[in-house]
T-cell receptor, first 110, second 113 residues
Framework: GQQLNQSPQSMFIQEGEDVSMNCTSS?????WLWYKQEPGEGPVLLIA???AGELTSNGRLTAQFGITRKDSFLNISASIPSDVGIYFC??????????WGAGTKLIIKP | DTGVSQDPRHKITKRGQNVTFRCDPI?????LYWYRQTLGQGPEFLTY????????KSRLLSDRFSAERPKGSFSTLEIQRTEQGDSAMYLC???????????FGNGTRLTVT
């Protein structure tokens, strides 16, 4: 079945550092999504990508839809304490189903 | 707030009891999804509706689980004869037509004792 490989699994960084995480897939997706989830809450949509090669920013967040449509990355610049949480990538397939990565847990050292 | 709303936020029940959760999607969204999430994992798809029609069900959705969306607006997810393995966060999401992102509610945390 379809799988998304998301890495890294977790990141320990200093406040102010830039963060980069990525997802790769064995299948092509037409839409890539990045979500953030904090404890006890549902995933919150950060960025949606619809076209191969598309580069989209949302404040300090930047995400790109890979040219092959099989990968995507998310960068966070100048991290701040409220960036902590679990970041999930997800690909939306042609059956309108979301295929999820396993998540990247971001921990910021004070 | 016009986001996806779920009720209750938390539910503690004894094994063998039935529970029902409710989801109110974003009003103009015709697709509604149910997911289950356990600690440290991503959400797992359970089922989805387009308007009132239930179009797909995961193999995770055993015969103890039933979901309805009778008027194409809110949806309910019922679990009968709950088991300890049903303990999880149950998430609802909605989206408009097309390849549009899903918007999630804050979930119902179920604990089966």
């Amino acid at each position: 079945g379809q799988q998304l490989n998301q890495s890294p699994q977790s990141m320990f960084i200093q406040e102010g550092e830039d963060v980069s995480m990525n997802c790769t897939s064995s299948s092509i997706f037409n839409t890539w999504l990045w979500y953030k989830q904090e404890p006890g809450e549902g995933p919150v949509l950060l960025i949606a990508l619809y076209k191969a090669g598309e580069l989209t920013s949302n404040g300090r967040l930047t995400a790109q839809f890979g040219i092959t449509r099989k990968d995507s990355f998310l960068n966070i610049s100048a991290s701040i304490p409220s960036d902590v949480g679990i970041y999930f990538c997800a690909g939306l397939d042609s059956n309108y189903q979301l295929i999820w990565g396993a998540g990247t847990k971001l921990i910021i050292k004070p | 707030d016009t986001g996806v709303s779920q009720d209750p936020r938390h539910k503690i029940t004894k094994r063998g009891q039935n529970v029902t959760f409710r989801c109110d999607p974003i009003s103009e969204h015709n697709r509604l999804y149910w997911y289950r999430q356990t600690l440290g994992q991503g959400p797992e798809f359970l089922t989805y509706f387009q308007n009132e029609a239930q179009l797909e069900k995961s193999r995770l959705l055993s015969d103890r689980f039933s979901a309805e969306r009778p008027k194409g607006s809110f949806s309910t997810l019922e679990i009968q004869r709950t088991e300890q393995g049903d303990s999880a966060m149950y998430l609802c999401a909605s989206s408009p037509a097309g390849l549009a992102p899903l918007h999630f509610g804050n979930g119902t945390r179920l604990t089966v004792t």
